[in-house]
Nanobody, 126 residues
Framework: QVHLVESGGGSVQSGGSLRLSCVNPRLYYKHYCMGWFRQAQDKERVNVASIDKYGNWIYDESVKGRFTISRDDETNTVFLEMNSLEPEDTGMYTC????????????????????WGQGTQVTVSA
């Protein structure tokens, strides 16, 4: 049973932009932290951005100033706005839910994500 559904990936040139969406159609994770992860070939998965239910966010250093995470609890959707894309941003982007009622502003990254989508591929060419 799929709880999280991502969309918005694609192929762009360096400097381009994409907007990823992650929909939770069944209201399971309205109070959870939501994170976006990138898995590049032969590299470890990276938590590029996360947002808690209070609107606090945190970013990986590699995307600060270029990516923006947001959530719309009316539509149960989490977005990742990606600007000034670089070839190093290439990878499978997956959203995940974890840490209900957790405050990123006080505790930092959510330490445990419990549910994952299937991902959307982002490819950035030089």
């Amino acid at each position: 049973q799929v709880h999280l559904v991502e969309s918005g990936g694609g192929s762009v040139q360096s400097g381009g932009s994409l907007r990823l969406s992650c929909v939770n159609p069944r209201l399971y994770y309205k109070h959870y932290c939501m994170g976006w992860f990138r898995q590049a070939q032969d590299k470890e998965r990276v938590n590029v951005a996360s947002i808690d239910k209070y609107g606090n966010w945190i970013y990986d250093e590699s995307v600060k100033g270029r990516f923006t995470i947001s959530r719309d609890d009316e539509t149960n959707t989490v977005f990742l706005e990606m600007n000034s894309l670089e070839p190093e941003d290439t990878g499978m982007y997956t959203c995940a839910a974890g840490c209900p009622y957790y405050d990123i502003g006080r505790g930092g990254q959510c330490p445990r994500y419990v549910d994952w989508g299937q991902g959307t591929q982002v490819t950035v060419s030089a």
